[in-house]
């Protein structure tokens, strides 16, 4: 676990939300600040932020890593931190507020048994790129494909190079519109784009 750098992605645009969504309060805290303190429990007071946000939000957390690649979407944020750091990440974006201790752990713990991959994902019908462990061989590859122009997320990374820990769909939703909040729950059902 003292090897993995825990990062919170904070640069989207929120624009189906209409205003920036991760200064909201959630559940007695701002957005942003469930992944960050989620991370911070697993992984201690060390948790930075990857992209530009409000100044609210990058109080809250332990550094900031400038996004090399702002507008790509959490491809050039996560290719950012792993440029920035000498060994793997573990990525959560900053409108998901399902995740537990626990289930960081389960994904750390598959990711320090990777072998030869490039990532681990959490997964539920399908995987979840914005919430999991990046190893360093991974950064080539998302700088490569950067320079391809392939930003879609899920196809960066070769199929049987990403391991896949199963969670609940709870647990990987993320809050995109203001209905969201008044619910008190995030849609599970209406995902992340995964394209910028």
Not at 36 to 41: A, G, H, S, V, W
Request: glycine share 10%; with cysteine.
């Amino acid at each position: 676990m003292d090897s993995i750098q825990p990062i919170v992605l904070v640069g989207g645009k929120s624009t189906r939300f209409g205003r920036d969504k991760l200064v909201e309060p959630w559940n007695g805290k701002l957005l942003a600040q469930h992944p960050i303190d989620c991370l911070r429990e697993v992984f201690g007071p060390r948790v930075k932020l990857v992209g530009h946000c409000n100044p609210v939000i990058v109080a809250l957390a332990d550094g900031v890593i400038p996004d090399a690649h702002p507008g790509l979407g959490p491809i050039g944020g996560i290719a950012s931190a792993l440029a920035q750091c000498d060994g793997p990440i573990f990525v959560l974006a900053g409108d998901m507020p399902g995740f537990s201790p626990s289930d960081i752990r389960r994904v750390a713990r598959a990711a320090e048994c990777a072998g030869e991959l490039t990532a681990v994902w959490a997964v539920t019908d399908r995987p979840h790129p914005c919430a999991g462990v990046y190893l360093p061989a991974a950064g080539l590859i998302l700088k490569s494909r950067i320079e391809q122009g392939r930003h879609q997320l899920t196809d960066t990374l070769p199929k049987d190079s990403v391991g896949l820990v199963p969670v609940s769909r709870d647990t990987v939703a993320n809050v995109n519109f203001p209905d969201d909040l008044r619910s008190g729950r995030p849609q599970s059902v209406i995902q992340r784009p995964l394209s910028s």
